[in-house]
């Protein structure tokens, strides 16, 4: 959305010129001028020079009856008729607040009379929640912003490809979007390219578009440490890793990848040769932390690991839990060389058989059982999906979470690890905090869950794949004679309606 402002030119009387910034932070100057025809309509021409030298851009319209300047954009004197133009462009005498939630000349051809009530509606409840300060105004404004820088990034940069669904929604955003929000979501999107961490030549195997921010790695399917680049990756959407992965799309997979494999996360670009040492690091915190008797599926042992589970916790809430450790980061401080060369066999072994049992989430502090997220850096640092997903960190003033607010945040001296409200307050922690023990999201991550044996995963015979298609195909039967059926009620409902107004209307006529 543009914000012209057309200013008289005092040596001209039909000439006009605006001047400002555009999306792109580029200065420029609109002149142009206006006539009017025989037939009394007003036709205006006015071209945008740029002061970085971009292409200029022509734009010819003319006033309709309501006010409103309709015409085409076209980037040479010759590309702006009906006939051929760029695009077209409307141009109306409103505040840009309002202009948002003015409907498109689409919507006013389905149906005018309910384009005009939404408009009405949503321009007066965002008129009076801007007036009484109320945090729904702001949050929405919030909230669109995300929302378009994200579906942006996706759409033009990285990511699994926005669905239909979405599509419509990036391009209801960017034009819900007022001038100053635009800006500040460039801002931020520029902000995001030049600091997210972006995957070189990694694509996802679950969509197949290039990686940046987050990467998750299949530690089940890497063959061995001299094939380093042969991985099976994804992005950190779940509709990429939930999928199953065959030697069709990987030749060098000796068998498929599936959705119930052990997942790691690294949130840093990640060479190859450093891939070994992570990998194994990760493994080494997966095993110590699911257990000894994690791999184990006998069923007398799935009856002591239950009443061990029970013992372990009625241990500790007497003792008071991992919830009662303060939020100065000793819950989750680094692993020190020197404290596990102190601490004994047994006490190591004590806390790997109890900390798959029952753990609280380093964030919010609940109680957090697999499968969950561990980071491969921190002692005993269990994260719940709900807080790896929105990276939250916990204010050691007040000890509630906050959204990470950068992507490196906690590198710098200059992060406190304090929230907006006690930044505001001037709140500080109640000891002295040990940077160095706080967890970040630059850690790497790895998926805590219980071993799955995939042997059997894959049909082995002939037999089980054809058993195997006809019940996929009895499924997909099934479900279309479902929806069929729902089809022919809504057109019997439609037939019935439509019956009982020709009846309607005849009686009428008739009296």
Partial sequence: MWVWIFEPVPENDYAFRASGVDYDLDSYVLEGTYSISDDGVVEVDFQITYESGSPQEYYKGRIDEKGSLIGFKGFSPDNVTEDNYASRFIVRRIPPDIMVHRPSPMEFEENAPRALWRFA?????????RKMWSWSYFRG????????????????????????????????????????????????????????????????????????????????????????????????DPRCYSVTVTAQNRDYLEKPHLPTHTFMKIRTYVHWRDLIDAASNAQSELDRYRGPNAGDTSESDSDEAEDETDETREVKNEEGGDGDEDA????????????????????????????AKLSNCFACHSPTEMPCWYCTVCTDCVICDSCESQTLLPCVACNKTFIQPTWWYGLESKDRFVCNICTVKGAEPSERVNRETLHVYTHPLVRARERVDDEDSEPSTTADRLELLESTVRSIQDS???????????????????????ELKSESQTT
């Fill in 121 to 129: 509606r949503d321009t007066i409840m965002m008129q009076t929640r």
């Fill in 480 to 502: 279309f004679n479902t929806r069929f059926g729902k089809l022919e009620d809504t057109l019997a409902l439609l037939q019935q309606a439509i019956t009982n107004l020709m």
């Fill in 328 to 355: 100065s980061g000793e819950k989750s401080g680094h692993k020190s060389s020197t404290e596990e060369e102190a601490g004994s066999d047994d006490q190591q072994s004590s806390r790997s058989s109890t900390a």
């Fill in 141 to 236: 404004r919030r909230d669109l912003r995300r929302r378009y820088v994200e579906l942006n990034i996706r759409t033009w940069e990285y990511g699994p490809p926005p669905s239909s669904e979405e599509t419509e929604e990036f391009l209801a955003s960017r034009k819900a979007l007022i001038p100053d929000d635009a800006l500040m979501a460039l801002n931020i999107r520029k902000e995001l390219l030049r600091t997210l961490p972006k995957h070189f030549d990694i694509p996802c195997d679950g969509c197949g578009e290039p990686i940046g921010g987050a990467r998750i790695i299949c530690m089940d399917c890497r063959k061995n440490d001299s094939e380093l680049w042969h991985t099976v990756d994804f992005c950190d």
